[in-house]
């Protein structure tokens, strides 16, 4: 189920985010990036929509997923 990014509070988003980039171990290139700049990253993707926050009910787990990666046709909106 895909969670709309507008609908979480900021605090609970920020949260979210940042324990994303902490697990993923994103890679952002050579240079090394804040956890500021990467949350700030990955933000920019959600309001541009290019990454959507999915609830998974099965593995009772929230993720964060580049929607190229994201099967839509198997997703419910809330």
């Not at 969670?3 to 994103?26: A, K, N, Y």
Request: no cysteine; aromatic share 8%; glycine share 4%.
């Amino acid at each position: 189920m895909i969670i709309p990014w507008q609908s979480l509070e900021f605090d609970t988003l920020q949260r979210l985010i940042e324990q994303f980039v902490l697990i993923e171990g994103t890679d952002y290139g050579e240079q090394e990036s804040s956890l500021a700049d990467k949350v700030a990253t990955v933000l920019e993707q959600l309001r541009q929509g290019s990454a959507v926050i999915v609830y998974s009910e099965l593995h009772e787990s929230v993720n964060i997923v580049p929607t190229d990666r994201f099967d839509a046709s198997k997703a419910e909106m809330p």
